[in-house]
């Protein structure tokens, strides 16, 4: 059956991004350090139709089992914003992507197969038409902080998975800094360590 996930990168300190995240300053000061690890796999420099073949390997792997399970994604707002500047013409995500706003637009339709969808009526709507579109596949949760959460406090999310990367960042988006369900219990799923990051993933006990 078809699964709403989580996949994030983190700071050791639980930011998902530094000071001063903005459209033209993606991920905030020090942020794309989070994501060290991932820019030379080969999967991603696929996803964003990059020059040269990248690396193989375990950190590779999992980007790879991430992008063949991606049905649908859905994100906020203020990640599309950032991305909508940087991303190359052929946007990474190659399928239906619904951005939770409350500023209606029309669908932004990308080479390469990416659709943005802008959804206003809430997250329930956005859930629905993402599990709808995703059909056997998975729902990933791209982020940011606020969509997550929101997410966890509403119990949809079947699995969490982090990249943990060494690196203190001090300040920034912090990703568990609001309401959230009074208490979760998660199983560990699985944990690849590899030199530049530690993948941690869990199942949400419901
Ligand atoms: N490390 C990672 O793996 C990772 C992944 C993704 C993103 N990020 C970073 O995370 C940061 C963004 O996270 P964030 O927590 O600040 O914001 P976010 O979750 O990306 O977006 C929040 C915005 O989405 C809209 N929104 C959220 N829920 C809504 C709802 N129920 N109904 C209507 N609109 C809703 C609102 O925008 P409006 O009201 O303005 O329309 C809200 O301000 C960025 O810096 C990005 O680079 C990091």
């Known amino acids: 059956m078809s699964k709403v996930f989580v996949d994030l990168g983190v700071s050791v300190d639980g930011f998902v991004a530094g000071p001063n995240a903005r459209p033209g300053n993606p991920l905030g000061d020090?942020?794309?350090?989070?994501?060290?690890?991932?820019?030379?796999?080969?999967?991603?420099?696929r996803n964003l139709g990059l020059k040269g073949k990248g690396r193989t390997?375990?950190?590779?792997?999992?980007?790879?089992?991430?992008?063949?399970?991606?049905?649908?994604?859905?994100?906020?707002?203020?990640?599309?914003?950032?991305?909508e500047v940087g991303w190359p013409e052929n946007a990474p995500f190659?399928?239906?992507v619904y951005v939770l706003t409350n500023d209606a637009r029309e669908p932004w339709v990308r080479p390469g197969g990416t659709t943005f969808y802008?959804?206003?009526?809430?997250l329930a709507s956005t859930l629905s038409?993402?599990?709808?579109?995703?059909g056997e596949?998975?729902?990933?949760?791209a982020g940011g902080a606020d969509v997550v959460r929101q997410c966890l406090a509403a119990g949809?999310?079947?699995e969490l998975h982090l990249h943990i990367a060494p690196l203190l960042l001090g300040k920034g988006v912090k990703l568990f800094d609001g309401p959230l369900p009074e208490r979760s219990e998660l199983e560990v799923a699985q944990v690849v360590d590899s030199p530049g990051v530690t993948h941690v993933s869990y199942r949400i006990v419901k």
């Open 156 to 158: 949809v999310v079947d």
């Open 118 to 122: 802008f959804v206003t009526d809430g």
């Open 94 to 96: 190659h399928g239906p």
């Open 57 to 83: 390997g375990p950190d590779n792997d999992i980007v790879e089992a991430v992008t063949a399970r991606c049905g649908s994604f859905v994100m906020g707002r203020r990640m599309f914003d950032e991305g």
């Open 129 to 134: 038409q993402a599990r709808e579109a995703a």
């Open 137 to 141: 596949k998975d729902v990933r949760i």
């Open 30 to 45: 020090g942020g794309p350090l989070i994501h060290r690890w991932m820019y030379q796999t080969a999967g991603f420099v």
